[in-house]
């Protein structure tokens, strides 16, 4: 039986697990929601309903968290036994304190993606240094999640608690959470553009090594805390959110868009989060359960997960295998056998990890110490913990200005939108990065407000003035297939003031409109540096976690002798 005051922490900690859940999944979709809000609709400001969705629970699990941490601290000095892990005076368990470092991650990652378009401009890629902070970041709130849930579950064991149920559906909704996140992360390889990998000549498809290696991951987990009727009920409500999405994302889009909103040209377009999801996951699922000794098989284990991965469904603008050639498709195949055979057995690590961190630790603070030092530590732990909430709101510079005509953006990934007419034609510019930085390349759009305008050339022409004359560098662009989008990359290597004329051959006639711009100097931060940092942060979480496992499987052994 429970104590009293297990009691209680119980009824906290599964208020707190609720707040958790709904911030995860609340996010998950928004983040669905706001991917596509950026296709259909292009980028927007700071706070729309999307990003909305996104932040929405951050700040009310944080604010639940610290208030935990200060209650079972206080509880701590005050003699009591608590179950967690003591960082210097605070006790709080391991899932207060993986969420809390989750959530400082995502915020700093979030400031630091605003430098980052700042300084580069707009992603075309999912996988960049500060999406690594803010993707890892949610991984381990969400890992933290389901380290709670299972707290909960095997306390729940101890009363025989009928909560169970419910406790399990909430841990399989967390690992969806995860679920999303790692494909969303791996998803880039899905994009026709970044889809083909050269590699000593051969064009290879790094998505089937990747999403192997996740969907194995995933599946040992799941399959560890709750077997394969609980791996089933994950694929279940997998293939359940992934058909709301499909249908309901783009209604979403079109009810969430004000009159100052238009559709690019070519929208709506297909949905994109839903693709990236491994759609056979539960047919796949109900094999291993039907006949178990495909899975005790590993190379029909690794052959049936293999056939789950969305990239051999036709569900993009191109067939993502039909972009190699037989050779190329059949190496990436048997690259991708040892990296799913390495998930098989880093998923052991990974469960031995999840498994020690759910274990409870038990501190007590032995000897009293005089009311003053009390208050001298509580005071120390209330100044640490507010100077980690002031850190978390000191702003970035933005790198968006404001020129001739424009609707500007407002931080992360908003760029330059400017309106302007050549000849009574209006078009729409957008730049990936505003102000444009020297020495670097930016990618600019170009599109007619009426889509029926007869446009059959698009260029652009920088014009820079120095005390030697002129100088003009000519950028053509190039029609997207299928709409009336121009797209052109540009290098911008003069630092000063320019001028950018826009011509267009419109209906046989070519006519130009200049805008005046300053370019920047080059970016303080060198891309190669940002990878650094954002490739060294997460292993350091990783490591982090690993030797804490390690630390927290010692201590319980301890207690047990």
Avoid at 25 to 32: D, E, H, W
């Amino acid at each position: 039986m429970l104590t009293e005051r297990e009691n209680v922490e119980k009824k906290y900690l599964f208020i707190i697990l609720i707040i958790y859940l709904f911030w995860h999944v609340c996010g998950r979709i928004g983040l669905s929601i706001d991917l596509q809000w950026h296709i259909d609709v292009g980028r927007d400001q700071m706070f729309t309903p999307p990003h909305v969705m996104i932040l929405a629970g951050l700040f009310p699990a944080m604010i639940v968290s610290l208030l935990f941490l200060i209650w079972t601290t206080r509880d701590y000095h005050r003699g009591i036994e608590v179950p967690g892990l003591k960082i210097g005076p605070i006790v709080a368990p391991v899932a207060i304190w993986m969420t809390l470092l989750g959530q400082v991650t995502i915020i700093l990652g979030g400031l630091f993606d605003d430098y980052w378009h700042a300084q580069y401009g707009i992603d075309v890629n999912i996988t960049t240094p500060p999406h690594l902070w803010t993707i890892s970041g949610g991984v381990v709130a969400e890992i933290a999640t389901l380290v709670l849930a299972c707290q909960l579950i095997s306390m729940s064991q101890r009363e025989e608690n009928s909560e169970n149920k419910l406790l399990i559906m909430i841990a399989l909704l967390a690992i969806w959470t995860l679920l999303i996140h790692s494909f969303f992360t791996v998803g880039n390889f899905l994009d026709p553009r970044e889809a083909v990998v050269e590699l000593a000549g051969l064009k290879l498809l790094p998505h089937l090594a990747l999403a192997g290696f996740v969907t194995i991951i995933i599946i040992e987990i799941t399959n560890h805390l709750f077997g394969l009727e609980g791996t089933t009920k994950l694929s279940m409500i997998s293939l359940t959110l992934q058909l709301l999405l499909l249908f309901s994302i783009p209604m979403i889009v079109e009810m969430l868009m004000g009159p100052e909103h238009v559709y690019r040209p070519g929208s709506p377009h297909q949905v994109l989060v839903p693709s990236l999801l491994p759609w056979l996951l539960l047919p796949a699922i109900i094999c291993f359960r039907k006949w178990p000794i495909l899975m005790n098989n590993k190379w029909a284990y690794l052959a049936i997960v293999l056939c789950t991965n969305p990239i051999w469904l036709p569900l993009g603008s191109e067939y993502i295998p039909s972009l190699v050639d037989g050779i190329g498709l059949t190496i990436s195949i048997l690259i991708s056998i040892p990296v799913m055979h390495f998930a098989i057995s880093s998923s052991k690590k990974v469960i031995t990890i999840i498994d020690n961190l759910m274990l409870r630790v038990i501190y007590k603070k032995e000897t009293k110490v005089k009311k003053d030092a009390k208050i001298k530590s509580a005071l120390g732990t209330s100044i640490a913990i507010l100077l980690i909430i002031c850190m978390m709101f000191i702003p970035v510079t933005q790198g968006h200005g404001g020129v001739h005509r424009t609707e500007k953006g407002d931080g992360f990934d908003a760029p330059m939108r400017m309106l302007f007419d050549i000849e009574e034609t209006d078009f729409w510019v957008e730049f990936m990065i505003y102000p444009p930085k020297a020495l670097g390349a930016t990618e600019i759009f170009i599109f007619p407000v009426d889509e029926t305008t007869n446009v059959s050339k698009l260029w652009m022409e920088i014009v820079f003035m120095d005390e030697k004359g002129e100088t003009r560098m000519v950028s053509q662009f190039e029609k997207l297939s299928g709409r009336e989008m121009w797209v052109s990359t540009v290098e911008f290597p003069f630092s000063g003031n320019n001028t950018i004329e826009f011509w267009a051959t419109i209906d046989g006639n070519s006519e130009f409109t200049a805008i005046d711009v300053y370019v920047e100097s080059p970016a303080f931060l060198s891309a190669r540096m940002a990878w650094t940092i954002g490739l060294g942060w997460p292993i350091a979480m990783g490591l982090i976690f690993w030797k804490l496992s390690i630390h927290m499987a010692a201590k319980a052994e301890s207690e047990q002798e």
